[in-house]
């Protein structure tokens, strides 16, 4: 595709159900990241993946966070037992390999957690 | 750690006038600082970026100088436009891959 996708746009969930998002990035990028956007914050780090493997996950706030990229293409970040601390906009990136390069953003997943 | 402070908006601004947005960071070593900006509906969109001290970064009109004595990034632009009506986010990425952002700064440009 053009961009990076997220789906869904928007997800309402009940405090403790389990959610999945979903990224698409940029065909041909190996750097996928994970950022969450509170209501007036900027954009907080969550999860680093080069490739197939997490090379950072210092950013995740707690075990029920969790991400994977089993093909180093398609990502899902996934919220177990969800709290209504949770709600936020989730963000994902991608760029090519190297430190200054790019990063392009998605639009964003709207988790609401009712 | 590392931090980014930038000034609070909402600034609202005639059209044509002179902007600055202040951008200040604390960090150890030589990152690299960036600004950001998010158009109402769409995703972040990389403005311009610094790599090293004294760098001046500029795009469409906006431009920022790194100062490593100031700790500063601060946005400048001569004549700003109601199409610049965005939020603008600095940010700094140090020795990991990750970016360090601000909380936003909301622009509004009247005619």
């Known amino acids: 595709g053009a961009g990076v996708s997220q789906t869904p746009s928007n997800k309402v969930t009940e405090k403790g159900k389990y959610v999945e998002l979903r990224c698409d990035p940029i065909s041909g990028h190996t750097a996928l990241y994970w950022y969450r956007q509170s209501l007036g914050q900027g954009p907080e780090f969550l999860i680093y993946?080069?490739?197939?493997?997490?090379?950072?996950d210092s950013g995740l706030p707690n075990d029920r966070f969790f991400a994977v990229r089993p093909e180093g293409s398609v990502s899902t970040l996934k919220i177990q037992r969800t709290e209504r601390g949770d709600s936020a906009v989730y963000l994902c990136?991608?760029?090519?390999?190297?430190?200054?390069?790019?990063?392009?953003f998605g639009q964003g997943t709207r988790l609401t957690v009712v | 750690g590392d931090s980014v402070t930038q000034m609070e908006g909402p600034v609202t601004l005639s059209e044509e006038a002179f902007l600055t947005i202040n951008c200040t960071y604390t960090a150890t070593g030589y990152p690299s600082l960036f600004w950001y900006v998010q158009y109402p509906g769409e995703g972040l969109q990389l403005l311009l970026k610094?790599?090293?001290?004294?760098d001046k970064g500029s795009n469409k009109g906006f431009e920022a100088t790194y100062r490593k004595e100031t700790t500063s990034f601060h946005l400048e632009k001569g004549s700003v436009q109601v199409s610049d009506s965005a939020v603008y986010f600095c940010a700094l990425r140090n020795s990991g891959y990750a970016l360090n952002f601000g909380k936003g700064t909301s622009l509004l440009v009247t005619p």
């Open positions: 993946f080069q490739g197939t493997g997490a090379a950072d």
């Open positions: 990136a991608s760029s090519s390999t190297g430190k200054d390069t790019e990063a392009f």
């Open positions: 610094a790599t090293k001290a004294d």
